[in-house]
């Protein structure tokens, strides 16, 4: 009996950015996967030699979808070279935005890119897939819809802190440049208090403390099969379509999860956190028991990637980002680096924070599964809002109460200086690195979540976190790659923090 291997390039849609895959197939499953990104991103470079003020404005564009998140990375770095900790109400506010942007995100990408999955006609055949056509057929879905509705009346509070979503700039170094009356404090808990009833009714089909109650893969079972508004909510059609597909069984990778810890707690308040911060930092290896996090343990590796090559890898603070496609570059396949961590190929996202926080249900899924499925990659993230939601509605109550308090501490020009900025992104760990010299940028490096998720492999060989994911997934028809999609989307890729390199008004690097 032979084995026919086969090569292919799989089609991938309702991803951020450009993504490519290119896999081998033996028997009708994947046994080796390329994951290429194919646009260069040129910030870095854009950056040098402009003053550091500038980053804050040139950083928010990376990506339409994360614009607060990356101001957020770029502020925290100014602030440590500037050397100041923001008044607690500054922080309050960037939480709150930062939140909310999270929040949406995850909402959109649940409902609006990865349950579109189930209209496929390759599930015709399960019972819940008209429904499935119903609910999230782009444009049409009734879910589709209302997701567009209530997360566009989210982001008003956004508008309201910020002035503007995306590519709000009201963060600098000491705090935010603007103090909102309270009424808008108040608008904005009135809406988020909205938005969370609309998810507690249509998302989750119960009240948010019914699901904190959940500590086991037994009690989810049970919650499943309790109540029919549960059955009926978009988490239950999610695990009883997930499990119909084998998406429990699917996704698995190397099982190392990775948080840098995000959402710092303000001086005096009510808001209990780890380490400072509601979300935990750490790294957890396998099954293994959370290690601290020390940035200092990050390395990227280029290999793989289309840039000048290096000995091993280099920590971001003195990484080189020299961009180098001739074509002949032999096992060069990716515009992403491969970012490691203590050596190790890790995940980060919703389900890396539960299990970094030693979220029991999350520990018990990934035990009972031999590790983290794509089902339960996307089911951390359709239900991370329940970890944010009383906090931000915490914070937001304290603003109204302390209004009167400073928002914003005045700092000297920024001369010299390196700085750090770290935070949890919609899709996981994100990491702005920044020297300054002579009051310019000097250096600075970027590391987004996808680039841990979607690396290429590294110096040693060693995939990245979905081209991991991907080996042993079925694919019958390289056609309709439509498992192989779902694997990757729970990953919730986003590749738009790139640009094409371009001058002349021609393209003048072409891959």
């Given at each position: 009996m032979t084995t026919q291997r086969i090569e292919c390039h799989i089609p991938l849609n309702r991803v951020e950015g450009d993504l490519e895959l290119r896999v081998a197939v033996e028997n009708g499953r994947i046994v080796e996967c390329w994951s290429s990104g194919t646009m260069f991103r040129g910030f870095e470079r854009m950056l040098l030699g402009r003053a550091p003020l500038d980053s804050l404005v040139i950083t928010r564009s990376i990506c339409g979808i994360c614009t607060i998140t990356h101001l957020t990375a770029a502020v925290h770095a100014l602030d440590r070279i500037a050397g100041v900790a923001p008044p607690a109400n500054a922080v309050r506010m960037r939480n709150i935005a930062l939140m909310v942007e999270t929040i949406q995100s995850d909402l959109r990408q649940s409902l609006l890119m990865f349950l579109v999955d189930l209209c496929s006609p390759a599930f015709a055949g399960h019972p819940w897939h008209t429904e499935a056509g119903v609910r999230y057929q782009p444009l049409r879905g009734t879910r589709c819809i209302e997701a567009i509705r209530e997360t566009k009346r989210v982001l008003e509070i956004i508008a309201l802190?910020?002035?503007?979503?995306?590519?709000?700039?009201?963060?600098?170094?000491?705090?935010?440049?603007?103090?909102?009356?309270?009424?808008?404090?108040?608008?904005?808990?009135?809406?988020?208090?909205?938005?969370?009833?609309?998810?507690?009714?249509?998302?989750?089909?119960?009240?948010?403390?019914?699901?904190?109650?959940?500590?086991?893969?037994?009690?989810?079972?049970?919650?499943?099969?309790?109540?029919?508004?549960?059955?009926?909510?978009?988490?239950?059609?999610?695990?009883?379509?997930?499990?119909?597909?084998?998406?429990?069984?699917?996704?698995?990778?190397?099982?190392?999860?990775?948080?840098?810890?995000?959402?710092?707690?303000?001086?005096?308040?009510?808001?209990?956190?780890?380490?400072?911060?509601?979300?935990?930092?750490?790294?957890?290896?396998?099954?293994?028991?959370?290690?601290?996090?020390?940035?200092?343990?990050?390395?990227?590796?280029?290999?793989?990637?289309?840039?000048?090559?290096y000995p091993d890898g280099l920590h971001p603070m003195v990484g080189i980002t020299e961009p180098v496609a001739s074509g002949a570059e032999g096992k060069k396949y990716s515009w992403v680096k491969a970012p490691r961590y203590a050596g190790l190929a890790a995940e980060t996202g919703p389900v890396a924070e539960r299990m970094v926080a030693q979220d029991p249900l999350y520990l018990d899924l990934a035990r009972r599964d031999q590790g983290i499925s794509a089902l339960t990659r996307q089911l951390a993230r359709l239900t991370r809002p329940v970890t944010l939601f009383a906090s931000a509605e915490q914070w937001l109550t304290e603003l109204i109460a302390s209004h009167q308090d400073p928002f914003y501490l005045p700092v000297e020009p920024l001369r010299q200086g390196e700085g750090v900025g770290l935070t949890q992104a919609a899709r996981g760990a994100l990491g702005h690195w920044v020297r300054v010299e002579n009051g310019q940028i000097v250096h600075y490096q970027i590391i987004t979540p996808t680039a841990w998720n979607g690396s290429p492999r590294d110096g040693q060989g060693v995939r990245g976190a979905w081209e991991e994911a991907l080996i042993g997934t079925p694919l019958p028809d390289p056609d309709d790659p439509v498992l192989a999609g779902m694997v990757v989307r729970s990953f919730d890729p986003c590749l738009v923090c790139s640009v094409h390199v371009v001058g002349g008004g021609r393209r003048v690097l072409t891959v």
């Open positions: 802190l910020g002035g503007q979503w995306p590519h709000t700039s009201f963060m600098v170094p000491g705090g935010v440049v603007y103090a909102p009356p309270v009424i808008d404090f108040q608008k904005s808990l009135m809406l988020l208090k909205q938005f969370r009833q609309w998810y507690e009714r249509t998302v989750l089909g119960c009240p948010l403390a019914r699901w904190r109650e959940l500590t086991s893969a037994g009690d989810l079972d049970a919650w499943l099969a309790e109540r029919e508004s549960q059955r009926e909510g978009d988490v239950g059609f999610l695990l009883t379509a997930g499990r119909a597909l084998g998406l429990d069984r699917l996704g698995i990778g190397h099982g190392h999860a990775l948080s840098y810890g995000a959402l710092e707690i303000p001086t005096g308040s009510e808001v209990v956190g780890t380490g400072g911060c509601l979300v935990p930092a750490g790294l957890v290896r396998g099954q293994g028991d959370v290690e601290p996090f020390d940035q200092r343990q990050i390395a990227e590796h280029v290999a793989c990637s289309w840039y000048a090559d």
